[in-house]
């Protein structure tokens, strides 16, 4: 039965939606908790939920042994690696710097495909790069560049997991043709939950037994855990498997303009004028790294017909 497009793209825009508000939940939950209790609370959430469901469905499948050495080395970049660095550097960051930065993800992707595979580098990735570089940069020096309106360990930390996504993406690429989506994201955040543990016993359980537990507190690390990192995912499989991977990917580009426009309701986060123009520009530029090489040929042909045949037409009349 053929899903009727506007599920499709509701599935698309919620699923971003939902993306954006985990900004605003991070915020929340580090009122209470620190950020390595923060990830393991909603990796133990989403792992439950998720071998749940995928037991429900009957989707999860067996580790080849061969493929076991992967499956750690994905879970280490995502969400391992990627959390630390998101989690530790949304504790220095706003919502809506954090979500620009992550935005950028996309745009670094050939780099990477490039160096491990070969694949070619368009014109389209290397501009829309640095549009949304330049748009980054506005976003965190919107006050000057003599006044730096974040942390830079936290700048530096959302770029760690910039890079820890694209090498998740990178790694991600050889599991996808043996095992199921549903396979994949169930074991990788199992694993990821394995490497914090040790850490969260180390660094931060005598703060998580002071705080303790609390409906207050358990809520947003819910949220998190189901609605970002599992429906969120799910929705968003879900308009890749009937739009395509391009076209689903478009929809990312929201992501920046959606949580700026939930910090300034919700945390009442300053938007001023250059900071609204940052954030545009990092979205031009995913939107160009997008755009095929021949469409841009056929635009930019298309402008010096159109101008000789206005010319011919006044000069007829």
């Known amino acids: 039965m053929r899903k009727s497009p506007l599920f499709v793209y509701m599935a698309a825009v919620f699923a971003m939606f939902f993306w954006s508000l985990s900004y605003i939940w991070y915020k929340e939950v580090f009122e209470f908790y620190k950020p390595i209790t923060l990830v393991v609370g909603r ?121 820890a996504g694209l090498s998740y993406s990178l790694a991600l690429r050889k599991l996808t043709e043996r095992y199921s989506i549903f396979t994949i994201i169930t074991y990788q955040n199992t694993i990821a939950l394995i490497y914090f543990i040790p850490l969260f016993f180390i660094f931060e359980f005598n703060h998580f037994i002071t705080v303790g537990v609390s409906t207050r507190t358990l809520i947003p690390i819910v949220k998190l855990g189901i609605i970002a990192s599992t429906f969120a995912f799910l929705l968003f499989m879900h308009s890749v498997k009937h739009l395509g991977v391009t076209k689903a990917n478009a929809f990312a580009n929201a992501i920046p303009v959606m949580t700026a426009f939930l910090s300034y309701f919700l945390l009442n986060e300053t938007i001023t004028l250059v900071k609204a123009l940052g954030i545009g520009l990092v979205v031009f530029g995913l939107f160009l790294s997008q755009i095929q090489q021949k469409r841009v040929k056929n635009i930019f042909a298309f402008i010096p017909v159109g101008l000789i045949t206005r010319a011919r037409l006044r000069k007829n009349e």
């Not at 995928?54 to 042994?65: E, N």
């Not at 993800?105 to 990735?125: A, V």
């Open 43 to 163: 990796l133990v959430v989403s792992s439950i939920f998720l071998f749940t469901i995928t037991g429900a469905m009957g989707k999860l499948t067996k580790i080849l042994p061969g493929d076991f050495k992967l499956f750690l080395l994905l879970a280490f970049f995502e969400p391992f690696l990627y959390f630390i660095g998101e989690s530790f550097g949304m504790t220095m960051v706003s919502p809506t710097l954090g979500a620009v930065i992550i935005a950028t993800i996309p745009l670094f992707s050939p780099l990477g495909e490039y160096y491990l595979y070969k694949t070619r580098i368009t014109i389209m990735n290397f501009i829309g790069v640095l549009f949304s570089v330049i748009g980054v940069a506005m976003v965190v020096f919107y006050k000057g560049f003599g006044n730096l309106d974040a942390n830079p360990i936290g700048i530096a930390c959302m770029f760690l997991a910039v890079f």
